[in-house]
């Protein structure tokens, strides 16, 4: 079992629909979750960081922590053609973000 | 703010023939900056860590001796790949940390290696 799983996609959704975009871990020292999400040829832009269980909101981004079942989401909300990316989910076992892994990312697509 | 850039974005080269990547923080210090390898469809792999005025720490796997990685001052680190061959072919991307921690890391825009 991989230490991070992430469906691979692509996930295909029309305009303004709402994203949901998951990660399960088997690591339960993992206390600090971030999403990351990545255009094509960039580098990973940090969209959420998050720490132990919970909800946290920014704009049309809402991320979710679940520890007990070891679940992460990342929900997007209204999504538009410029959302469409690869969502990499990313987590650590210290604020100094050791044991600091990254998910192996979902392509979403959202189409106009 | 937390800008990170990379230099050359995409290079060509022969098969025997070292490169050498910048990558520069440039409106922040580092203290810690990151190296990762990216294959097409595939997550990033953590290939070192690199503290300023300090050897760089590689993930197993990672032969050191030929990704020889420089981190001279708080702004800048270099990843030079020497005596690359065609399997060495990648997507490069470096990382800076404010905090030093890999938690919050700034990602430069990569740089795209094809060794014939």
């Known amino acids: 079992q991989k230490e991070v799983e992430q469906d691979p996609g692509p996930l295909s959704v029309p305009e303004g629909a709402i994203v949901s975009l998951n990660c399960t871990y088997s690591n339960s020292a993992f206390q600090y979750f971030m999403w990351y999400r990545q255009y094509s040829r960039k580098g990973p832009e940090l969209l959420m960081y998050?720490?132990?269980?919970g909800n946290k909101e920014d704009g049309r981004f809402t991320a979710q922590v679940d520890k007990s079942s070891k679940y992460i989401s990342l929900f997007i909300r209204d999504s538009q053609p410029s959302d469409s990316a690869t969502y990499l989910c990313?987590?650590?076992?210290?604020?100094?973000?050791?044991?600091?892994?990254f998910g192996p990312g979902t392509r979403l697509s959202v189409l106009p | 703010g937390a800008v990170v850039s990379q230099h050359p974005s995409w290079v060509i080269c022969k098969s025997g023939t070292s490169v050498k990547i910048e990558c520069r923080s440039l409106d922040f210090q580092a203290t810690t900056m990151f190296w990762y390898r990216q294959f097409p469809k595939q997550s990033l792999m953590l290939m070192a860590t690199s503290n300023e005025g300090s050897k760089a720490t590689y993930e197993q796997g990672v032969e050191k001796d030929k990704f020889l990685i420089n981190h001279a001052s708080l702004t800048l680190s270099t990843l030079t790949v020497t005596s690359a061959h065609p399997e060495d072919s990648s997507f490069y991307i470096c990382?800076?940390?404010?905090?030093?921690?890999?938690?919050?890391?700034?990602f430069g825009p990569g740089t795209r290696l094809t060794v014939l």
């Open positions: 998050t720490y132990s269980s």
């Open positions: 990382s800076a940390s404010v905090s030093g921690g890999a938690n919050e890391q700034f």
């Open positions: 990313a987590m650590s076992a210290g604020n100094y973000g050791q044991n600091f892994v």
